[in-house]
């Protein structure tokens, strides 16, 4: 007989889940004792099973947090499930994939997944063609939750799909989801997409044989009106670029235009999908050839993404000018850091460009900032494509930059200032000439009202510390050096490590050349040492780590050495 729960078991475990949602902290620790207790009850995961499944009677956060609860016991002891209770989960979301509630399915989804991913997949062999069967079925919501499921699968399971284990269910998978690609639900279209993309840099040799009618059905879809789907067209087309551009060289000019117009698209989601193409294609042989005549076009696409959106600037709190410094760091913002030669974490890394060593946006306290965006992935694409055409590069950007470095909105000017350290490795040599106006400007934007601009001044300006080294020390190396270390006492947490960081360089380039000023800046980050909260204070080891490495014997002096004995405060020691 199947399986059917005891009415007075059934309610304990619906006050456990509506107990489960309460905000009180002693509610909460009573719960996971209970859940602790009924965990040693198999069957407890047969009623859990149930709520989500067919108890369609309670509120769908309900049924879900029980899902949910139940993809946990899976996780954590699905190898001591008796088989009957095993089997019955497994039938019990075959079942209801389809749920009408997207929540449900998604629940639903995510259960199937979690066991498949607990080495099920080859002991639930009617799993795969049962998924792949449901989703011929007319009714949308069954057809949906299965490409959900199967979506998961393939981003948990894609090497294990391909090979002989499970007797490469691949070669019925992709042609049956490449028949979805034009689907009337852009759901599934979206869905079908995404399952065939995760065998892309595989090379999976299902994929390879139907690689030609993947590549004509992404184009069908290039100008579908779903985000979602544009997204993974785009996403397609930046991984084809890297596995098997042999396929895409024939159609490069109208891709090229297809991602041109994509890098602008309203949904930033599309936008930084597309914008993964151009440093991509950086890195491929054919870039200079293929992006030559498309220049005029990129540049200002690019230039543009480098601004802060709004939302940016809401989380960074870059509108606000009170000084920060006096807000102690909390200890998850202190990552380890250990000191080490700057001109190495200056190098181009990686295809991240000048925000791979992000000392503008990483900075931040909040961890979506840290995320990667379309304004990191602009200024990185910018980077590597100065270091592809060099001064090619500058008659695209010059007129460009001179409205924005002097541009009254604060959101322009500080992208202009990122733009022109972007170019800094690239295009050094074709902007010597301008360097000896842009210099004083940029060192006059040190004490700018912002602090955005400060601090991406700070780095911006480290990116030309090789130039200002090799000029008369009283043209701009004093003046820079003097800035800077204003900037290290700024009352902006984020300036005083953008100008850490930036004085590291300077350091580094100039060396012996510091020896006159030694005393002033040795007052400078003695100083500091009173002023950082813990995370600025990590980078001023640094700075000082640097400094001894670039002056070496000279910090040996007497009245030098006096200056470190009695600096730091007793709570920073």
């Known amino acids: 007989m199947e399986w059917q729960p005891d009415e007075q078991g059934l309610q304990q475990v619906l006050q456990l889940l509506k107990d489960s949602q309460s905000p009180d902290t002693a509610t909460q620790r009573a719960v996971q004792e209970k859940l602790e207790q009924l965990n040693q009850f198999p069957d407890f995961n047969n009623y859990l099973i149930f709520v989500l499944t067919s108890l369609k009677s309670e509120d769908e956060p309900t049924r879900s947090l029980s899902g949910l609860i139940l993809k946990n016991n899976v996780k954590a002891h699905y190898q001591n499930f008796p088989p009957l209770v095993a089997d019955f989960i497994k039938r019990e979301c075959l079942n ?52 959900g499921a199967l979506q998961k699968i ?11 284990a499970l007797n490469r269910p691949l070669n019925i998978m992709i042609p049956k989801f490449l028949q979805f690609f034009k689907h009337c639900s852009p759901k599934i279209r979206s869905h079908a997409i995404a399952c065939v993309n995760q065998f892309i840099s595989s090379r999976a040799q299902a994929l390879m044989d139907h690689i030609d009618t993947f590549i004509e059905s992404l184009f069908a879809l290039a100008g579908d009106e779903d985000c979602e789907v544009r997204k993974n067209v785009c996403r397609a087309l930046v991984m084809l670029l890297e596995v098997r551009i042999d396929r895409l060289i024939p159609h490069m000019h109208s891709i090229i235009q297809y991602m041109l117009q994509r890098t602008q698209d309203p949904d930033e989601n599309v936008s930084l999908e597309a914008c993964e193409f151009w440093l991509t294609l950086a890195e491929q042989p054919v870039c200079k050839e293929a992006l030559s005549g498309h220049l005029v076009q990129l540049i200002p696409i690019l230039v543009n993404g480098m601004k802060y959106s709004e939302i940016d600037i809401i989380l960074l709190k870059g ?114 000439p301008y360097l000896p106006e842009l210099m004083p400007h940029l060192i006059q934007c040190l004490c700018d009202k912002k602090a955005l601009v400060r601090s991406i001044a700070c ?19 004093k003046p820079l050096m003097t800035e800077l270390l204003k900037r290290i006492l700024d009352g902006n947490k984020r300036v005083q490590e953008a100008a850490c960081s930036a004085f590291a360089t300077l350091e ?42 670039s002056v070496g014997h000279h910090l040996n002096q007497p009245c030098v050495s006096c200056v470190f004995l009695f600096s730091p405060s007793p709570h920073h020691r």
């Open 96 to 147: 209801n994939i389809g749920d009408p509630s997207p929540l449900i399915r998604a629940t639903i989804g995510i259960l199937i997944t979690t066991i498949a991913s607990k080495g099920e997949l080859q002991t639930w062999p009617e799993l795969l063609p049962q998924l792949c069967n449901l989703l011929n079925s007319e009714d949308y919501n069954t057809c949906e939750g299965s490409f």
């Open 459 to 477: 780095w911006t300006l480290s990116r030309y510390a090789h130039w200002v080294v090799s000029q008369p020390p009283d043209s701009h190396l």
């Open 508 to 549: 580094e380039e100039a060396c012996t050349e510091l020896v006159p000023y030694l005393s002033f800046i040795l007052d400078t980050l003695v100083f500091a040492f009173g002023k950082y909260q813990h995370k600025n204070l990590l980078i001023l080891y640094d700075a000082i780590g640097t400094l001894a490495d």
């Open 319 to 432: 509108d606000v000018e009170e000084e920060d410094d006096t807000v102690p760091d909390s200890e998850q913002d202190i990552k380890p850091r250990f000191h080490k030669s700057r001109t190495v974490t200056l190098q181009h890394e990686g295809g991240e460009g000048e925000e791979g060593e992000d000392h503008d946006d990483d900075d931040d306290d909040d961890d979506t900032l840290s995320d990667w965006n379309l304004r990191k992935c602009s200024a990185a694409a910018l980077d590597v494509l100065a270091n592809v055409f060099r001064d090619e590069l500058l008659p695209h950007l010059l007129p460009l930059l001179k409205g924005l470095l002097f541009h009254p909105d604060w959101v322009v000017k500080e992208s202009g200032i990122l733009v022109l350290g972007a170019i800094a490795e690239g295009c050094m040599q074709g902007m010597v």
């Open 154 to 164: 393939c981003e948990d399971s894609s090497e294990l799909l391909d090979s002989d």
